[in-house]
């Protein structure tokens, strides 16, 4: 639960703590507190989250069983709550969806103009397809991290979206073998103007 401490000096005043009931395909929040300082969402979160854990006798019964996220993420696609339009998602993922088919979901993406980061262990727990994760991350001007989970901490500040939202430069490009490529130029609006970038970089699309 460290990695909620990442975002506890952000913009956002209030993270939820939220699990996924996989038996009845919805969304659970823990709590929703309020909080007088900026440093209490971080750890009214974390308490809340360790004094509701889910129960282990419900998790999957074998590895064969596919990651719900990609329900989760379409459950946020069609929540009437809370805007989608610009938001950031960070996910850290422990075990892989069974499906790959994802273009009706990157469109939405794209269209609504969210933007995925991924952090993926490297030894799952289940699932078949890492490549899907990957591709929703990498169309949606994310990132896809593979990555030890004793390290998940350390990768989530640097693939921090949600502290650094606003996205400037995205480029995929294709590599193999020796050589090399020119990226397109990143034009700034106000190159006179000193502003510090965060740069975020991966260079293969699967784990060890």
Same mark, same amino acid.
């Given at each position: 639960?460290?990695?909620?401490?990442?975002?506890?000096?952000?913009?956002?005043?209030?993270?939820?703590?939220?699990?996924?009931?996989?038996?009845?395909?919805?969304?659970?929040?823990?709590?929703?507190?309020?909080?007088?300082?900026?440093?209490?969402?971080?750890?009214?979160?974390?308490?809340?989250?360790?004094?509701?854990?889910?129960?282990?006798?419900?998790?999957?019964?074998?590895?064969?069983?596919?990651?719900?996220?990609?329900?989760?993420?379409?459950?946020?696609?069609?929540?009437?709550?809370?805007?989608?339009?610009?938001?950031?998602?960070?996910?850290?993922?422990?075990?892989?969806?069974?499906?790959?088919?994802?273009?009706?979901?990157?469109?939405?993406?794209?269209?609504?103009?969210? +933007? /995925? =980061? @991924?952090?993926? &262990?490297?030894?799952? #727990?289940?699932? !078949?397809?890492?490549? $899907?994760?990957?591709?929703?991350?990498?169309?949606?001007?994310?990132?896809?991290?593979?990555?030890?989970?004793?390290?998940?901490?350390?990768?989530?500040?640097?693939?921090?979206?949600?502290?650094?939202?606003?996205?400037?430069? +995205? /480029? =995929? @490009?294709?590599? &193999?073998?020796?050589? #090399?490529?020119? !990226?397109?130029?990143? $034009?700034?609006?106000?190159?006179?103007?000193?502003?510090?970038?965060?740069?975020?970089?991966?260079?293969?699309?699967?784990?060890?």
């Amino acid at each position: 639960m460290q990695n909620v401490n990442q975002f506890g000096r952000t913009r956002y005043p209030k993270p939820p703590p939220r699990y996924y009931d996989e038996d009845n395909k919805r969304a659970v929040e823990v709590c929703v507190p309020s909080y007088d300082s900026i440093f209490e969402p971080a750890e009214t979160a974390n308490a809340s989250i360790h004094t509701h854990l889910p129960d282990p006798s419900l998790g999957f019964p074998s590895s064969d069983f596919s990651s719900d996220i990609l329900n989760i993420l379409r459950d946020f696609l069609s929540n009437t709550v809370a805007p989608i339009c610009g938001s950031r998602i960070q996910i850290l993922l422990k075990r892989y969806p069974n499906e790959n088919y994802t273009s009706t979901l990157i469109e939405t993406f794209q269209s609504n103009h969210v +933007s /995925v =980061n @991924v952090i993926t &262990s490297n030894t799952p #727990s289940g699932g !078949l397809f890492h490549q $899907t994760m990957y591709e929703i991350a990498t169309r949606t001007n994310g990132v896809c991290a593979f990555e030890d989970e004793a390290y998940f901490n350390k990768t989530s500040y640097f693939l921090n979206q949600l502290e650094n939202p606003y996205i400037l430069y +995205s /480029v =995929n @490009v294709p590599v &193999s073998g020796n050589g #090399s490529v020119v !990226l397109p130029p990143l $034009t700034v609006k106000y190159p006179t103007y000193y502003c510090p970038l965060w740069v975020a970089l991966t260079v293969q699309d699967h784990g060890k």
